[in-house]
């Protein structure tokens, strides 16, 4: 079998697996479509954590990135995983004992107002939004290029599974088959990761492989190798960094702060029967998390070797097929300058023009094709990276769903609703919400790459500061609450829309803040939104006396409630 | 329930807990993986320089085992101040 036929049967299979499993898990409560009523065993909720939180971004670019970045690649390897410890120690237990449905009821009743509530709502659909676009551009890009049914057609099926399994099963469906989905992804990650760092270096384990010696007899470490091949290039060598370091802090800083704000992340922590299984969930979620994220470098630094190895100054007419299949979807170009036909791929800092482009999105896609991996390596991993991009959608679609169905009609504008128009408002509001995003998905706006910077400063800069004060301060209060958040969420934003949307050419470190780069500055939005709020509830009254009680109440364990009061 | 200044000490507690471990954290990532790694990096093990190890991979090994160092410590507290959830609370 060719590797288009291999991948439809890893496609069709999972496909088939993921609508099983919604099937058998639909939800009957809103309880069960909000939080799967509370009752997931902590590792369980960790995988369907881990596999919620690892994107497309995280399958498909977050490797091909890091090999074309070398060390400044680590902030996102940092960025990303950091923030599981924040939100174990600082966020999940409390937000657990508080119980209910979301992120911006915990806000609104925090701080005892609409107002919260609804900029809350807003900063959480934002965030949400931005992101699914994001997921949308994965899944077209693996069905254009291995299933050849065009990228319009690729979105509509892959938003069609998504609809089905999400306003079907609610949070109920969507964690037991990202379940499924994490065993999918990861398997389909750890395979050609695995053939590779034995084909490279002769040691099973990519994350010692990518330290070891070379298996090609030269006794060359092989990150030694690699340094020396960028350097001869004329790139920064892989394992230096060519950021400012301050800029490096702030980005690292600000993806922490980010992944432990996003509000599909922390929304899985009220999942759980228990206060200290939202801890171990955490745990759990990442280490399974801590699986692919230590495997990534590695496969980074093989893919990159492995580039330069095959196609630098080799004749264009002899690139092997991957490189040919690529060329067709319009992700690698070669433009032959000097018009000796032979491909010059150099650095900034090389005499040489280059002339090959590559976009870093397919490295991980074609890397077990560069490896020379057999076809149905391939097809699994095409399965993975889809299983990836819904499973991340699906999570998003939930939150987006429950914000408007709970956080909008029932507790801020129709709160007579009763618990069967809700859930019938869930279903209707994940239906809209796939149809927008698939709409997104076939006419991406031109700034989605540039927007997902967006979501993880915002949630940095607005969420993160306010459930933390409101956690570990009683006197924290609506006045600077609100103020923080809207001023964390000016700032940030303003600063990424100046310079990502309304002027782009001055993008460039000397017009930054402090040499801070709109990617890192939402932990300077996140400082001021902590400086306002705790400014500002200095001059402002104290919380009402059932608040600060309700306050020492989220700190201990005992006493967290069963899932809800709520009831069919 | 429990007495205020129980409350108290157990808050105490869980902060010292939760400031000695985002110290780890912070030490690990922004401190070795950040801040120090060109001088952290003239050390090497096997293929690897110190620095950009802990980048890439040190960091995350230790986030792993700084959660779950942290469960345990909050499980024997929460049973020592007797704020656990007992299990008829659960369905």
Not at chain 1, 40 to 51: I, K, L
Not at chain 1, 381 to 410: N, P, R, Y
Request: hydrophobic content about 50%; overall charge neutral; some cysteine.
């Amino acid at each position: 079998m060719n590797v288009q036929a291999w991948t439809f049967v890893m496609v069709a299979l999972s496909f088939a697996l993921y609508l099983a499993v919604a099937v058998f898990s639909r939800a009957r409560s809103t309880g069960d479509f909000y939080v799967a009523a509370a009752r997931v065993h902590p590792v369980v909720n960790g995988m369907a954590t881990a596999a919620d939180w690892m994107s497309a971004a995280s399958f498909i670019s977050m490797a091909g990135l890091i090999a074309f970045l070398g060390y400044d690649g680590s902030v996102y390897l940092m960025g990303w995983t950091g923030g599981y410890v924040l939100l174990a120690l600082l966020l999940a237990p409390y937000l657990r004992k508080f119980g209910k449905y979301t992120v911006p009821e915990f806000v609104g009743d925090r701080y005892y107002s609409h107002t919260a509530r609804v900029v809350a709502v807003v900063c959480a659909l934002f965030v949400s939004f931005t992101y699914v676009a994001g997921q949308m551009r994965g899944v077209g890009i693996v069905f254009s290029r291995f299933l050849n049914v065009g990228i319009n057609e690729g979105v509509l099926i892959g938003m069609g599974i998504v609809f089905f399994y999400a306003v079907l099963g609610g949070m109920k469906g969507i964690t037991y088959t990202q379940v499924a989905q994490y065993c999918v992804l990861i398997f389909a990650y750890l395979v050609p990761a695995i053939f590779i760092s034995i084909l490279m270096t002769g040691v099973a384990i990519p994350q010692l492989g990518f330290g070891a010696e070379l298996a090609d007899g030269s006794g060359q470490f092989l990150l030694d190798r690699l340094d020396g091949l960028t350097a001869e290039l004329g790139f920064s060598a892989y394992t230096d960094g060519s950021k400012r370091t301050l800029d490096v802090l702030f980005i690292t800083a600000a993806l922490m702060v980010g992944t432990a704000g996003l509000p599909h992340v922390i929304v899985r922590f009220y999942t759980v029967p228990k206060v200290r299984q939202a801890r171990s969930s955490a745990g759990w979620a990442l280490l399974f998390i801590a699986i692919l994220y230590t495997t990534a470098p590695a496969v980074a630094a093989f893919a990159r070797t492995n580039l330069l190895d095959t196609v630098s100054e080799r004749p264009y007419a002899e690139v092997p097929a991957w490189f040919t299949n690529w060329e067709a979807t319009g992700l690698i170009r070669f433009e032959d300058h000097n018009g000796d036909g032979i491909i010059q791929y150099t650095g900034p800092a090389a005499e040489a023009r280059n002339e090959l482009t590559i976009d870093s999105d397919i490295m991980v896609l074609a890397n077990p094709e560069i490896a020379r991996l057999p076809a149905w390596v391939v097809g699994l991993v095409a399965a993975g990276g889809l299983a990836a991009a819904l499973s991340t959608a699906a999570g998003l679609l939930l939150v987006i769903s429950t914000s408007v169905s709970h956080d909008l009609l029932k507790r801020t504008f129709v709160p007579k609703i009763t618990e069967r128009q809700e859930l019938i408002a869930a279903r209707i509001a994940a239906g809209v919400a796939v149809i927008l995003a698939g709409h997104f998905g076939i006419h991406p706006p031109g700034f989605v790459a540039q927007v997902v910077a967006f979501a993880f400063g915002l949630a940095a800069a607005s969420f993160f500061p306010a459930i933390l004060l409101g956690i570990f301060t009683k006197g924290m209060n609506t006045w600077g609450a609100v103020s923080g958040m809207v001023t964390g969420i000016a700032f940030t934003g303003g600063y990424i829309v100046w310079f990502k949307l309304l002027h782009p050419e001055l993008n460039t470190a000397d017009h930054w803040l402090w040499g801070i780069s709109p990617e890192g500055i939402g932990t300077v939005g996140m400082l001021l939104n902590f400086g306002v709020a705790l400014t500002v509830a200095r001059f402002t009254p104290a919380p009402p006396a059932d608040v600060q009680q309700f306050v020492e109440d989220i700190r201990v364990p005992r006493g967290a409630g069963p899932g809800h009061e709520v009831s069919a | 329930m429990l007495e205020s200044h129980a409350r108290r000490d157990y808050w105490k507690k869980n902060l010292t807990y939760v400031a000695i471990l985002l110290a780890i954290w912070f030490t690990v990532s922004y401190g070795f993986g950040i801040l120090l790694v060109e001088p952290l990096n003239r050390i090497r093990i096997g293929g690897f320089q110190l620095g950009f190890w802990f980048a890439q991979q040190g960091s995350i090994y230790v986030f792993v085992l700084l959660i779950f160092v942290y469960v345990r410590l909050m499980r024997r507290l929460d049973r020592q101040f007797e704020v656990d959830e007992r299990d008829e609370e659960t369905t």
